[in-house]
């Protein structure tokens, strides 16, 4: 249900966006989740279908998370890039304000990797 785009490779200090299309109207949370190996997945960002956002202290002031509640599309601006950035990002959904994450939609996930 869920369509990542955007991943890529970017020298550190550089900027991608990356960007997630559902297939169904959600109501719940939209967000970035990622991952790099032997580490746990851990929340980037995310935002309600009001606006509202939530980012991890390590992204704040770096990255920006947008939403269009028309199209159920959310996106994740990401400037100054660190090579500590580089992850497998996932996007995620909640289809209405109660679905858990344990049901959450889930992206297929786009490889971001910022070179030093």
């Known amino acids: 249900q869920l369509q990542a785009s955007g991943g890529g490779l970017v020298q550190a200090g550089g900027s991608l966006q990356l960007s997630c299309a559902a297939s169904v109207s959600i109501f719940g949370k939209m967000g970035w989740y990622r991952q790099t190996p032997g580490k746990q997945r851990e929340l980037v960002a995310d935002?309600?279908?009001?606006?509202?956002?939530t980012y991890a202290d390590s992204v704040k002031g770096q990255f920006t998370i947008s939403r269009d509640g028309a199209k159920n599309t959310v996106s994740l601006q990401m400037n100054s890039l660190k090579p500590e950035d580089t992850a497998v990002y996932y996007c995620?959904?909640?289809?209405?304000?109660?679905?858990?994450?344990?049901?959450?939609?889930w992206g297929q996930g786009t490889q971001v990797t910022v070179s030093s």
């Open positions: 935002i309600t279908r009001g606006g509202r956002t």
């Open positions: 995620y959904a909640l289809q209405n304000l109660f679905t858990s994450r344990d049901n959450a939609y």
